[in-house]
């Protein structure tokens, strides 16, 4: 399938999923709240000898992720003590389907004053993060000798996803968040298999990153008018950008065995799951001015990715579900040839 095709397809497809999902909208989202638990504070200088010297005034970034942990979002001093041991909080967020992550991802840490500064502040850093993962395809793409077509759309990403950090970075900012400076994250292995490399694809591009352009069309439709400009503008990218996973798919089907297939075809599919199994943890204001998905719009959307959309190998999963108000809508899923 030509790469507009295929962005046309999935175009018809979202504003499909769109105009049905329509007049529900603004309640919980497709994305899991933040989680927050209480841990005790540990000295850098080890157990219970280090004791009160080793009590902190505050926690920098570093101190913050040996506290809490890789994927920590942020984290405070509770000012409460138990039995004289500092109480840390530590809070971790979800990425909820905001695009394709690098291999190796941890979530950067940052202070927000609001929950839209929260919101914007995600979303900026998972922007920012789409840019090593698009310039680690676009490598994997020129040493699989993939056509020149698709290395040029993954340089285009590249370039795509530095704008869209640019510009939603400023509303985070807008809204009180700090943000820290751009990280520089480790290259992908080098001459990674064929099934990891399609693995991350399907994982990142065709699930992730299209549900991602899906929720974008709908907020574009949905948010506040001061925002549906930005959420068109990220919309339309993020589209050419889950085409682009697509077709690559398409390309790295004929590098698979069937029993490669299969395990990209679970690992896709989990990957659809979890992206409609949660709701969201922002105010409803603030649901309201995003223009965020109810959660049983998330659910419909995400029926559609699977019903619409190129099967990631092996037969689709109709039986296994109930048939969705959408199934008599969606356009054929396109050919996906065989072993």
């Known amino acids: 399938m030509k790469h507009r095709t295929r962005y046309h397809h999935l175009r ?48 920098d970034e570093l101190d913050c992720r040996r506290q809490c942990g890789s994927d920590v979002s942020s984290c405070k001093l509770t000012g409460e003590t138990i039995s004289g041991t500092p109480i840390v909080e530590c809070t971790k967020r979800s990425e909820c389907g905001a695009g394709r992550r690098p291999a190796g991802y941890v979530p950067e840490t ?68 700090r943000l820290p400076r751009a990280r520089r994250w480790r290259a992908a292995p080098p001459s990674r298999s064929v099934v990891a490399i399609a693995t991350e694809n399907a994982v990142e591009g065709c699930a992730r990153e299209t549900f991602a352009a899906l ?5 574009a439709a949905h948010a506040s008018p001061e925002l549906r400009a930005t959420f068109a503008r990220i919309a339309r990218d993020e589209t050419r950008h889950a085409a682009l996973s697509h077709d690559v798919h398409t390309f790295l089907l004929t590098k698979l065995a069937p029993r490669e297939r299969q395990k990209v075809t679970r690992a896709y599919e989990a990957a659809l799951d979890e992206l409609v199994a949660h709701g969201v943890g922002l105010p409803a204001r603030a649901r309201a001015w995003l223009g965020l998905p109810t959660s049983e719009d998330a659910t ?33 899923r396109p050919h996906v040839p065989s072993a």
């Open 300 to 332: 419909l959307l995400a029926e559609a990715l699977r019903d619409g959309l190129t099967s990631i190998g092996g037969a689709p999963r109709r039986a296994a579900r109930k048939k969705s108000t959408l199934d008599s809508s969606i356009p054929p």
């Open 110 to 177: 940052f202070e927000a004053r609001s929950a839209l500064g929260t919101y914007y502040a995600e979303m900026a850093l998972l922007e920012r993060a789409s840019v090593p993962a698009f310039r680690a395809l676009y490598t994997d793409l020129s040493q699989l000798g993939a056509p020149r077509s698709l290395r040029e759309r993954a340089k285009r990403a590249i370039t795509d996803e530095r704008a869209h950090a640019r510009i939603v970075g400023r509303l985070a900012r807008a809204h009180g968040a």
């Open 215 to 219: 929720v974008a069309s709908f907020q």
């Open 12 to 59: 018809a497809l979202f504003q499909l999923a769109v105009s049905l999902a329509a007049g529900r909208a603004y309640g919980c989202g497709p994305c899991p709240g933040p989680t927050t638990t209480l841990v005790p504070y540990l000295p850098d200088g080890n157990g219970p000898d280090a004791g009160a010297e080793g009590r902190p005034g505050s926690i």
